[in-house]
């Protein structure tokens, strides 16, 4: 039979399976399905078409040229906007299925939207050590752009998808922290245009208020049109040292002990169970042992949370030299390890090798296809958090993830919260040591229930001056957010800068009830 029959049979056997099965129930109970066989395809065109694009521009240098005509496009809308009336908010006019949040925010069906297309590279000075990026830009795009020049930035997110401007509306971190603080720390300039349609740019010494209200505000103080991102020279490698830890003591008082050392350029731990974890360090350098070089990234790899499962599962420590920018993306293709539950087989040696190099899946398209009864399901069945805790309290954190949620791998990320003005600070006067410990997955607790359990942990996190990533479910009152948050900057500009007309408040956006 040719090869053509064959797949002509497969695929009338597989349209004959859905329609006795349902469409829907094939999509909630068997989603690799209609993943594997449309997603990863139109994934790979999206990455396919985002890369020319970003080649072109380069060749052309057209970016430069075209982002000033870009941001006058802006502020005439915004001047329209006021000629109408101010009668309704304002937000971006992209859609909301193509960020990276679980959620896809109601607002914009009412809002004014504003059409926002920056999503170029427009200045790298190396003389200053600045990259200047419009908010659109990728990670992914990024380092691409960067590593070949020589270049990185400090606090490189995980995913590739992330953007430049969700990372500082939103929040971003990396295992780079511990030494560089959040992405909004690394950050030097914003240029943003505000409710009366002027373009402002603001850095710690110009406008320094309004820089410093910005990071967490999601876009309720002003349009993000371009930032300047400090660079720091890019070496070859990542000298990974693995180390498997068990008891929970033991476990904090090691990550705690390595996230202090300064000559540790990034620290990160994977919990696999409540007593269970494996500490990485990491150190930059251009020299490696041939043999021990680990090209994780390459699409035929283990996911990574699986290979640094390896070293817990034989009781050994490890020393390995992964390529840089396979190691700043190293929870990409798995993401972090979302993909099993939509991917069962995954990692299986078999698919990795056939149909590796199209995961993973955009989040963006796993989104806009999921359905409300995916949704539903997720929503009471499926957490995506991160919670910032002070260093100090990481133990109680954890039993309490573990009580509340008993959802692993948990993921633990150092970082130091500098006492900056904003909403985001330590309790007291000094720079202090935090950890964001991330949970992404079914949670295992008996009768467990989304709305009572993440009110806990809300509550739990307040309680020890931690913070809520906002791009996940947040079911905190008002009051209780501004509790969480220190919003006095925040509502002094937005009194100051007659936003309260023109945008509605950050918790109306990223609250429960307005996102489905």
């Avoid at 075209?66 to 001047?79: G, L, M, N, P, W």
Wanted: hydrophobic share 40%.
């Amino acid at each position: 039979m040719s090869p053509v029959w064959s797949l002509g049979a497969g695929l009338l056997l597989l349209l004959l399976w859905v329609r006795h099965r349902g469409l829907e129930a094939v999509l909630v109970h068997h989603r690799w399905v209609f993943v594997c066989l449309f997603l990863l395809p139109l994934s790979v065109l999206f990455d396919v078409y985002y890369q020319l694009r970003a080649w072109a521009v380069r060749r052309l240098h057209s970016a430069p040229r075209q982002h000033a005509q870009r941001v006058r496009h802006i502020q005439a809308q915004v001047r329209e906007w006021k000629n109408e009336g101010s009668k309704r908010y304002m937000c971006t006019g992209r859609p909301g299925w193509l960020t990276v949040s679980l959620r896809v925010g109601k607002y914009k069906k009412t809002h004014k939207n504003i059409m926002i297309n920056l999503m170029d590279v427009l200045e790298v000075d190396s003389e200053r050590q600045v990259v200047r990026v419009e908010p659109l830009v990728t990670m992914g795009q990024l380092t691409a752009h960067l590593n070949p020049m020589g270049w990185t930035i400090p606090v490189v997110p995980e995913l590739d998808d992330l953007t430049v401007g969700g990372l500082i509306m939103g929040t971003g971190i990396e295992s780079s922290s511990h030494i560089y603080g959040l992405f909004q720390h690394t950050c030097v300039a914003y240029e943003l245009v505000l409710a009366d349609g002027s373009l402002v740019r603001c850095s710690p010494t110009e406008n320094s208020d309004l820089f410093y209200a910005v990071p967490w505000s999601c876009g309720t103080l002003g349009f993000l049109v371009a930032a300047e991102i400090q660079m720091i020279p890019a070496k070859k490698y990542v000298k990974i040292h693995y180390e498997p830890v068990r008891g929970l003591q033991k476990i904090c008082e090691k990550f705690t002990e390595e996230s202090k050392k300064k000559e540790n350029n990034f620290v990160e731990g994977l919990v696999y169970s409540l007593e269970e974890a494996v500490i990485m360090t990491g150190v930059l350098t251009d020299e490696a042992e041939q043999s021990k070089i680990n090209r994780i990234g390459n699409y035929y790899k283990p996911w990574f949370f699986k290979h640094v499962e390896k070293y817990l599962k034989s009781d050994r420590t490890g020393v390995e030299y992964i390529p840089s920018r396979h190691y700043y993306h190293r929870h990409t293709r798995s993401i972090f390890w979302e993909l099993q539950d939509i991917i069962p087989f995954g990692n299986n040696p078999v698919f990795r090798y056939l149909f590796g190099w199209m995961v993973p899946p955009k989040i963006s398209l796993l989104k806009l296809t999921q359905g409300e009864a995916i949704r539903k399901l997720y929503e009471q069945h499926h957490v995506v958090q991160d919670m910032l805790v002070p260093m100090k309290s990481l133990e109680k954190s954890i039993q309490t993830f573990h009580a509340d949620l008993n959802v692993y791998p948990l993921w633990l990320c150092p970082f130091i919260l500098p006492n900056n003005p904003g909403m985001v600070h330590p309790k007291g006067d000094e720079t202090e040591l935090y950890v964001d410990i991330g949970a992404y997955g079914e949670p295992k607790r008996k009768q467990f229930e989304a709305r009572a359990s993440m009110r806990q942990m809300e509550k739990f996190v307040r309680s020890v001056h931690g913070f809520q990533m906002l791009y996940a479910d947040c079911y905190m009152t008002r009051e209780e957010f501004w509790d969480m948050f220190d919003g006095s900057l925040y509502h002094k500009l937005r009194e100051q800068m007659n936003c309260k007309d023109a945008f509605p408040e950050v918790y109306d956006k990223i609250c429960k009830a307005a996102r489905h």
